[in-house]
Every structure is written in structure tokens, then in C-alpha cells.
């Protein structure tokens, strides 16, 4: 872990472009409660295949214009150079200075991987193209991609992203410390030494945490599973259980020196802001 003690602590909280009226009023309310704890940034994800392209652009530049410093997520699967190209140019025309660039995945009936086959050749080109008008953050998976050959070779793919012009990383949620300290020594012993946030996802929905989880490779520890399942219906033991786990491992991984922490708080300001006074940031 020596090699992201030099890096003073990045706070930061992920949200989602909503889908309804009633979702965008939502989102206001709160992410103005969350920027009371004064994140560093603000991201926004963006639908594979340019899905929410249109909503994305909306909550950025919204947000934007609120004075919110905002990292706007840019997925590369199945769009064109032209599609990244023009976007980018309007982020940079409303100020943004940092993305989190990502290959995305291909949604089920979309045929055309499109120009980029990976989140590497996004960087690449978004440092040819820009040059260093950003700041670029990939995404990092202490489990391992779901896709990847191999342990090593999703390792190498990291490599690849940094070697491209990748600033900075933040990782896939996990509630297992040790793969991600097992994977910062890993990029060690590669000679890397960038910041690599952990992600954190605090538990609310047991079944839609199983969902997610299953799609993205994160695993939950069996224990978890099960002290979870035993609650059923029961939201308050829930959080309650969530709470304490998701707090226990942020204080550990703090103290064993990760370089801040990125909270995914699915447009939620409650049980992040709960983790957020515990730890006492
Ligand atoms: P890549 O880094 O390109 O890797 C994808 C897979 O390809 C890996 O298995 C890798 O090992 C393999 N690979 C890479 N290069 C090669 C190569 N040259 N040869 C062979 N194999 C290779 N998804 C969204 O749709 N929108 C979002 O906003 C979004 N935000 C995210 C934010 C974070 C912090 C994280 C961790 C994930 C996010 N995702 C998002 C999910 C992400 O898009 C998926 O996990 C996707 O499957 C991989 O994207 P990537 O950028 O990691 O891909």
C-alpha cells in the first residue's frame, strides 16, 4: 500500500442521470445534502451505447452550471469517434475537467461493437484528441473483470489503461479489503503507482445488491449473504448490518492508507452521508 500513502484522500460520490421529472427533483434535493460534505467531485454515469447520452449531458451540465465540480462518465462501446468527439467538446466548452472513461458494455441487441474495443483505446484517444484538457480516470477490479482471461491479464489491461494516459483509478465495489490490497500490490510490483479509489457501495436493497453483484463480478461475502437473506423484509436490520460492515472495512482502508474513498450512492444522500459521519471525514 506504500505507494498510495503519498496521495492526499479524494472523496467523491457517483450518481446516475434519472430517467423521470420526479428523478431529476430527487436528484437536486440530494445532491445538495451530499455536497454539504463537501465531496471533491461529482460523477455521472453513462448508459452503454450511449443509452443515456442525452440525460447524462443534462444532470453534467445542470450540475455544471450549479458550481458542482462534475466528472462525467464517457463509455466507448458501440459509439463512434465523431459520437466521443462532440461530446467531449461540449463538456470542455462548459468547464468539465475530468472523466471517468470506461469501455461499457454492449447492451443485448446492439451488433456493432463500434471504433473502440476498449476502455485503453478511449484514453488513447481522448489524450490525442485533448490532450491534457483532463483528467482521466478508468475503472479498476480488485476481483477481477468478469470478461478477463485472467487475474494477470485484466492486471495488464490496468497497465494498458495507465500506459494510454490514465490519470487516476477507481475500482468496482467490493466488501472484501484484502482484494484490494492484494491488487494495489499487484500494481506495485508492475512499477504502477497512481491513485486507485476504492468504490464503495453501501447496502440498502439486499436483492438489488445481489443483482448488481452478479453482473459485475463484486462478490458479497457468504457471511454477508446470509446475515442479509436472514433479514428479509426487515429494511431497518438491514442498514443497520450494512452500516457497520461497509463502515468497519472504509476504516480500515483508510488506515491502511487507500487514497480517499467513492461512494456509488445510487442518487441516495442517506446512507452515504450515515458512512460519511461515522468515519468522521
Ligand atoms: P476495459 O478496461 O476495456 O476492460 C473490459 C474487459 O476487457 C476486461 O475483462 C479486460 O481485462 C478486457 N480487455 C481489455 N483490453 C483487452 C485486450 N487488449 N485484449 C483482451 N482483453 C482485454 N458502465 C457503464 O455502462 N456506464 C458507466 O457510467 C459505468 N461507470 C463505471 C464506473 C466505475 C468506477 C466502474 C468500476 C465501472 C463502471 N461501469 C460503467 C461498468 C463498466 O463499463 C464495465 O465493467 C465494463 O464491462 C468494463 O469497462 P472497463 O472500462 O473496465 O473496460
Not at 503519498?6 to 436528484?27: I, N, W
Not at 487516476?168 to 494495489?184: E, G, K, M, P, R
Not at 457497520?244 to 452515504?272: I, Q, W
Request: one cysteine or more.
Amino acid at each position: 500500500m506504500e505507494s498510495q500513502k503519498k496521495f492526499s484522500p479524494t472523496y467523491s460520490f457517483e450518481l446516475f442521470p434519472p430517467q423521470s421529472e420526479l428523478g431529476v427533483e430527487k436528484l437536486r434535493v440530494a445532491r445538495k445534502k451530499l455536497a454539504q460534505l463537501k465531496p471533491k467531485f461529482f460523477s455521472v454515469t453513462f448508459g452503454a451505447g450511449g443509452s443515456t447520452r442525452e440525460r447524462t449531458l443534462e444532470t453534467v451540465l445542470e450540475m455544471q452550471s450549479e458550481g458542482y465540480s462534475v466528472a462525467p462518465h464517457i463509455s466507448c462501446i458501440g459509439s463512434t469517434r465523431k459520437n466521443i468527439c462532440s461530446i467531449l467538446e461540449t463538456y470542455q466548452a462548459a468547464g468539465v475537467q475530468q472523466l471517468v472513461a470506461l469501455r461499457g458494455d454492449i447492451p443485448s441487441g446492439m451488433a456493432q461493437a463500434g471504433e473502440f474495443r476498449y476502455a485503453s483505446e478511449l484514453v488513447k484517444y481522448i489524450r490525442e484528441a485533448f490532450g491534457q484538457a483532463f483528467h482521466i480516470e478508468v475503472a479498476a477490479y480488485p476481483e477481477c473483470h468478469p470478461q478477463a482471461r485472467s487475474y494477470k491479464a485484466d492486471l495488464e489491461n490496468f497497465h494498458r489503461k495507465m500506459e494510454a494516459g490514465a490519470d487516476s483509478a477507481i475500482t468496482q465495489y467490493f466488501y472484501n479489503a484484502d482484494a484490494y490490497f492484494y491488487f494495489v500490490e499487484s500494481c506495485e510490483s508492475m512499477g504502477l503507482s497512481v491513485p486507485i479509489v476504492p468504490g464503495i457501495m453501501p447496502i440498502n436493497k439486499f436483492s438489488q445488491l445481489v443483482r448488481f453483484s452478479d453482473a459485475c463480478g463484486a462478490e458479497i461475502p457468504r457471511w454477508i449473504r446470509k446475515k442479509l437473506e436472514g433479514y428479509g423484509d426487515d429494511t431497518a436490520s438491514i442498514h443497520a448490518f450494512g452500516l457497520d460492515v461497509v463502515t468497519e472495512m472504509c476504516e480500515r482502508l483508510l488506515k491502511e492508507g487507500a487514497p480517499g474513498l467513492h461512494f456509488y450512492t445510487m442518487n441516495s444522500s442517506e446512507l452515504t452521508s450515515k458512512i460519511w459521519q461515522r468515519l468522521g471525514i
